[in-house]
């Protein structure tokens, strides 16, 4: 009943005031209480959805070792980035207030100061003050042999690194990717810190640079090299051939699971059926693939397997793998794909950015192959003067009581390390360079993919 019609009523027949009156207050009073309800349901939702990690919500699909090697480098992220903005310095060394400017890049919040966090690095980092009283932050010795060695192995690495970019490009759709776009995996991929003023022009037998009408640079494929389209997993199983021709294949992919994951028996059935299920080769034209067949997402699963098998230390943020959705044919939800082939990959959540893991690349904590880039950054990480300080990290439950204890007072951000040339890029931008796409799973529906995908 509207409040106009108990009003005609008041005017129809007076006696009945008293039987229209609580006839209002019962209006009101459901009114109330379905606004209030409304209230608690979306804050109960946002609860269930937000602010829970992804872990939490299936306690029996945490892996605490891939947990462990995604919290270790907190510290030592923060340290590498501090040395690329010195490395771009000309004398290397910066005011302190300077800094300051990449407080977010550091990812460390006030009331924290960059100064304190340099001093719990004296074999790094050196603090000096002018004869105007203005604070500095230069290299030690010790750091700036570290950044010569780190020079070194990525020079070593450039033929290596080359051959990934170029089968990346051959994977695409087009046979060429957005510039911009490639360079959120400069550290991943293991390229030069100036790679775009010179790095990319060093291989022009490989790929060049192009532009396209609206001026956005573009990185192309210029030959195709059959002996390239040959998958990481194919090598392991066939070797490797010259005059390979991409096409149909029928390979199983290596699957570990947490030892008190019980529900890969139940599921046992569907996973023998994946792995035996026929797909189209990562290298293989995937235009006329439907999206959203069987066929379609075990590719999907391909590729992804093969583009963490490229990177130095054979995970990825996700945020980065978002933006190739259209290049390399892969889902609109990727993150799903990701989570339901839960043994294959495996995501974590620690922080604010989400990452995955090629599962089949790492015993314990640790990557079972590392490459010299990884033992470099090891070297950093054992000079921080954070690690084992308050106790050495033994299982999951020593990360949190660490935390608690602060720690690790800021939250891992993997995009901090991502620095480009000075004069190219401006450092400040970074904070903006991997926004979540409008399109892909937020943190909430993440969480609840976790609760709702329990088959393969």
């Known amino acids: 009943m509207t409040f106009g019609a108990i009003k005609v009523l008041l005017n129809l027949n007076k006696s009945n005031v008293a039987s229209v009156k609580c006839a209002i207050f019962s209006i009101q009073h459901r009114c109330v209480k379905s606004f209030l309800g409304t209230i608690y349901s979306v804050s109960q939702y946002r609860s269930m959805t937000t602010s829970k990690r ?81 604070l500095w932050c230069g290299m030690t010795k010790q750091a700036e042999e570290l950044v010569q060695e780190e020079e070194r192995i990525i020079e070593t690495y450039s033929e290596k690194a080359a051959e990934h970019v170029a089968r990346f490009l051959m994977m695409s759709v087009d046979k060429r990717l957005p510039l911009d776009k490639l360079a959120h995996f400069r550290r991943d991929f293991g390229f030069p810190i100036h790679f775009r003023r010179n790095w990319i022009y060093r291989y022009p037998q490989h790929f060049r640079v192009v532009k396209n009408e609206d001026d956005i640079e573009f990185l192309e494929l210029v030959s195709w090299n059959p002996s390239w389209a040959v998958t990481e997993l194919e090598k392991k199983v066939i070797g490797m051939s010259k005059d390979h021709q991409p096409g149909l294949l029928s390979l199983s992919f290596a699957l570990k699971f947490p030892p008190d994951y019980k529900k890969v028996y139940r599921y046992g059935g569907k996973i023998d059926h994946f792995q035996k299920r026929t797909y189209l080769s990562p290298y293989a034209d995937a235009r006329g693939l439907k999206a959203g067949s069987l066929e379609f997402d075990k590719r999907a ?50 922080g604010k950015r989400a990452s995955v ?93 976790y609760k709702d995908i329990e088959t393969l």
């Not at 605490?64 to 480098?73: F, M, Q, S």
């Not at 204890?405 to 400040?428: A, C, H, M, P, T």
């Open 54 to 134: 992804i872990q939490d919500r299936s306690k029996k699909k945490r892996v605490h070792d891939l947990e462990i090697a995604t919290e270790k480098w907190k510290i030592a992220s923060k340290v590498l980035f501090l040395l690329e903005i010195l490395k771009q310095e000309p004398e290397q060394i910066i005011p302190i207030r300077s800094l300051d400017h990449y407080r977010r890049q550091i990812n460390l919040p006030k009331p924290n100061k960059i100064s304190d966090f340099i001093r719990k690095c004296p074999k790094l980092f050196e603090l000096y003050k002018d004869h105007k009283g203005v």
């Open 301 to 350: 699963v391909a590729v992804m397997h093969e583009l963490l098998s490229f990177t130095i230390e054979k995970r990825l943020v996700t945020d980065h793998l978002t933006h190739f959705r259209r290049e390399l044919v892969m889902p609109q939800k990727l993150m799903r794909l990701l989570l339901k082939h839960f043994g294959i990959f495996y995501v974590s959540e620690r």
């Open 357 to 449: 893991f090629l599962t089949e690349a790492y015993e314990g904590s640790e990557l079972i192959e590392k490459l010299p880039y990884v033992l470099w950054k090891e070297k950093v990480q054992s000079l921080t003067g954070y690690r084992g300080r308050q106790k050495k990290i033994q299982s999951f439950d020593d990360l949190e009581e660490m935390e608690d204890r602060g720690l690790f007072k800021s939250e891992f951000e993997e995009d901090i390390v991502y620095v480009q040339s000075e004069k190219e890029d401006n450092l400040s931008s970074l904070e903006d360079s991997s926004l979540l796409d409008e399109s892909e799973m937020g943190i909430g529906d993440i969480c609840s993919a």
